[in-house]
């Protein structure tokens, strides 16, 4: 079963500092996606990518925020200056199409997550 | 600004019976809906769907109900095993126009107690 995979796990930074996550999606697909979860809250998206640039952002991915496919396989979220509201579990996410089709052909495969905290 | 609704964050349930998680939503453009279950340490897997032509979609032993009318859909369990205890989020989605990403409740942990 391919899977889509995060580093680290975790990560514990100092307020101010940058920060990269990284993620390997699944290899045919061509949409990813970041996704946070702040604990106790609900996943929220932050930003969709197709053919090397941004698609969709929500008011969350500010700024501070940036993601890069730097080669063939990797995909990042940086951010530059973390502030402690950041601290959350990072969730990288692909997919073979674009969105949600009628048929429900498209669904979305998540990481296993990277937990960012901020202190 | 909580457009899709997961009003019960826990729910336990014997084994062998039936779990029911509940989901409301708000945003009467979104048309496709998703269940998907979360175990600790992973991310989140896809469970199952439902297009908002349908009022049911079934898959072994999970069924989702959808209805539109009250903006609510349901995911039903059954018979439940110790195994799906876990997170389950329920998602919705518009499938045409420009907002195409997933649109999470904040998850019930359900427990399936053997």
């Known amino acids: 079963e391919p899977e889509v995979t995060q580093t680290p796990s975790h990560q514990v930074t100092q307020m101010g500092q940058e920060v990269i996550l990284r993620c390997v999606p699944i290899?045919?697909?061509?949409?990813f996606y970041w996704y946070r979860q702040i604990l106790g809250q609900k996943v929220e998206f932050l930003v969709s990518f197709y053919n090397n640039e941004i698609s969709e952002k929500s008011e969350i991915f500010d700024d501070q925020f940036s993601v890069e496919r730097p080669d063939g396989s990797n995909f990042t979220l940086k951010i530059r200056s973390t502030k402690l509201e950041d601290s959350a579990m990072y969730f990288c996410?692909?997919?073979?199409?674009?969105?949600?089709?009628?048929?429900?052909?498209?669904?979305?495969?998540f990481g296993a997550g990277s937990r960012l905290t901020v202190l | 600004d909580q457009q899709v609704k997961q009003n019960s964050p826990s729910l336990s349930v014997q084994e062998g019976r039936i779990s029911i998680l509940n989901c409301d939503y708000t945003?009467?453009?979104?048309?496709?809906f998703l269940w998907y279950k979360k175990y600790p340490a992973e991310g989140p897997t896809f469970l199952i769907s439902i297009s908002s032509i349908k009022d049911k979609n079934e898959d072994g032993r999970f069924t989702v109900f959808l209805n539109k009318s009250a903006k609510h859909l349901s995911l039903h369990i059954v018979p439940s095993q110790p195994g799906d205890s876990a997170v389950y989020f329920c998602a919705a989605a518009i499938s045409s126009g420009s907002a195409r990403q997933l649109t999470f409740g904040s998850g019930t942990q359900l427990t399936v107690l053997p």
């Open positions: 945003n009467s453009m979104f048309d496709y």
């Open positions: 290899s045919n697909h061509l949409y």
């Open positions: 996410a692909s997919s073979k199409i674009w969105g949600i089709t009628p048929s429900g052909a498209n669904v979305l495969t």
